[in-house]
């Protein structure tokens, strides 16, 4: 095995022959997120994609409040703070001002399904031709784990210590359905970023979100379930594993509206 | 014979100990350290030579810390 190593190391790590590193548009600093948190994936995906679509020098992306206000730390390219939930709305006003620019906002769950609810549905009304992407973890995870709007139903939080009761709390809100149904929205998509196969999909999902802003079609709406392994107190591979069981048969990943057009329900990924 | 080998470079400084690259590799060829790094983490690293270079592990890892190699070697 030693020999093995020693011939690895001379003959295999050439510059020629790097498969996958991380990107240089991620600033080099150590992330701020927890150990196993999905943030980290998501951003990588991100800024590959505007590698590898050249854009660097003409995205501008606006952070929300939450666990991902510090993105503009580690994305290298031009980035606003919005106040809390106002992302789409801020949004709006960028991609008016600079129309050949490629403007996104990257809001977690509490940003964007609670607080920012009505901007965010405005926005997807308005067909505003930026990108939205939404980490769904179903908790509010920089406060300390409380109730979100898109916890699940019997799931405990710090606020909800019995599971949530849809009786006096009501029901999660699947805000991507929502919006899927308004026609300003041209792309809605649910993925995630917990497994190799998942990720490769959710490159897939920015990059063809990013090309029909190229092409001005409309707004593109991606929401990337994700865990949230401080806030729902487990190690990150137990919360990749409950988030399989539990949050993807609620949440079925897979294209919601493609080109336009509701994807029939039958076509729905489910649980994968 | 053509054979493709691959090998895996990890910052352990960087690693946070998360695991979840040893559940997306599929030779196991990552496994925890017994020993921390300067942030008392445990760190991921290469055990065995069974690498293909397929990038799972780098692919999920969330704070990038994985580089990975791959290359045709000719063996007798």
Redesign the interface.
């Known amino acids: 095995?030693i020999m093995?190593?020693t011939f690895?190391?001379t003959?295999?790590?050439?510059p020629e022959?790097?498969?996958?590193?991380?990107?240089d548009l991620?600033v080099d600093r150590?992330?701020s997120?927890?150990?196993?948190?999905?943030?980290?994936?998501a951003h990588?995906m991100l800024m590959e994609v505007i590698e590898e679509m050249n854009i660097q020098d003409k995205t501008i992306g606006v952070s929300p409040v939450g666990c991902s206000v510090l993105a503009y730390d580690f994305l290298n390219i031009d980035m606003l703070g919005a106040a809390h939930g106002r992302a789409p709305a801020l949004a709006t006003a960028i991609k008016r001002m600079w129309p050949n620019h490629f403007v996104f906002t990257y809001q977690g769950d509490g940003d964007l399904a609670a607080i920012g609810t009505a901007e965010t549905i405005h926005a997807c009304n308005r067909g505003e031709n930026i990108t939205i992407i939404f980490i769904n973890n179903g908790i509010y995870g920089m406060t300390g784990g409380q109730m979100a709007p898109t916890t699940l139903p019997g799931m405990r939080s710090s606020t909800s210590p019995y599971g949530r009761d849809v009786a006096t709390m009501g029901h999660p809100l699947k805000i991507t359905e929502l919006v899927a149904h308004l026609p300003g929205v041209y792309y809605v998509t649910r993925q995630a970023?917990?497994?190799?196969n998942h990720?490769?999909k959710t490159k897939k999902a920015l990059r063809k979100a990013f090309e029909l802003q190229k092409e001005n079609k409309g707004l593109s709406f991606i929401e990337i379930v994700s865990n949230c392994n401080s806030g729902w107190k487990m190690?990150?591979?137990q919360s990749?594993k409950w988030m399989e069981d539990n949050m993807f048969p609620f949440y079925q990943l897979g294209d919601i509206k493609v080109d336009g057009k509701l994807v029939e329900k039958k076509e729905i990924a489910g649980k994968e | 014979m053509a054979k493709i080998?691959?090998?895996i470079?990890i910052n352990t400084e960087?690693c946070?100990?998360?695991?979840?690259c040893?559940?997306?590799c599929p030779f196991t060829v990552i496994a925890m350290s017994k020993e921390v790094n300067s942030k008392g983490?445990h760190f991921a690293m290469k055990v065995?030579?069974e690498c293909t270079?397929c990038?799972?592990c780098?692919?999920?890892?969330?704070?990038?810390?994985?580089?990975?190699?791959?290359?045709k070697?000719t063996t007798e």
């Open positions: 095995m093995e190593d690895a190391k003959e295999i790590h050439k022959n790097i498969v996958y590193k991380k990107t991620m150590p992330l997120y927890c150990p196993g948190c999905g943030h980290g994936t990588r970023v917990h497994t190799p990720v490769r190690t990150p591979v990749n | 080998k691959g090998d470079v960087r946070k100990g998360c695991e979840v040893l559940a997306a983490y065995n030579g270079g990038t799972n780098a692919l999920v890892c969330p704070d990038g810390v994985i580089t990975v190699y791959r290359a070697v």
